[in-house]
């Protein structure tokens, strides 16, 4: 990840624009971007702060919060889909998200399984030989 612009830099970028000169001219002087001094003058005209915001670290779900609701879900009703689950969050707590995040979620949590209707671990049709197809569905050769 790149390193921010040095604070020194920053000021003087800083006093250029506010000597008169425009933002494109300040970037061609200092041999930045012009979306780099956009930017700083908008948050130091925002925060009058010139120092660069935090980069790096750890980001939290949402959802940790709300561990034991979802992992109480889960062992409830082992075959809960992402959808219902999703349901469940926001009428028990409010809280909106994707079907996807929750699903995200529980892998990052240790919950990876994934079954078909017989209860069997499931594959994908093309990778097992004379695999029968699925219930109500025919076969590509058949329909031609």
Not at 44 to 62: A, D
């Amino acid at each position: 990840m790149p390193k921010p612009y040095s604070l020194d830099l920053r000021e003087r970028v800083v006093r250029f624009v506010e000597a008169g000169h425009s933002r494109r001219a300040a970037a061609a002087h200092f041999g930045v971007s012009v979306s780099f001094v956009v930017i700083l003058m908008r948050n130091y005209r925002k925060t009058e702060s010139l120092m660069p915001k935090p980069s790096g670290g750890r980001r939290h779900s949402k959802l940790d919060p709300h561990r034991a609701f979802l992992i109480g879900c889960v062992a409830e009703k082992d075959d809960i889909t992402m959808p219902e689950l999703a349901a469940e969050l926001v009428t028990a707590t409010g809280v909106q998200v994707a079907p996807a995040s929750i699903s995200r979620w529980l892998i990052r949590n240790g919950y990876r399984f994934k079954k078909n209707a017989a209860g069997q671990r499931a594959r994908s049709t093309r990778h097992q030989q004379g695999a029968p197809a699925v219930a109500g569905q025919t076969p590509a050769a058949d329909a031609a």
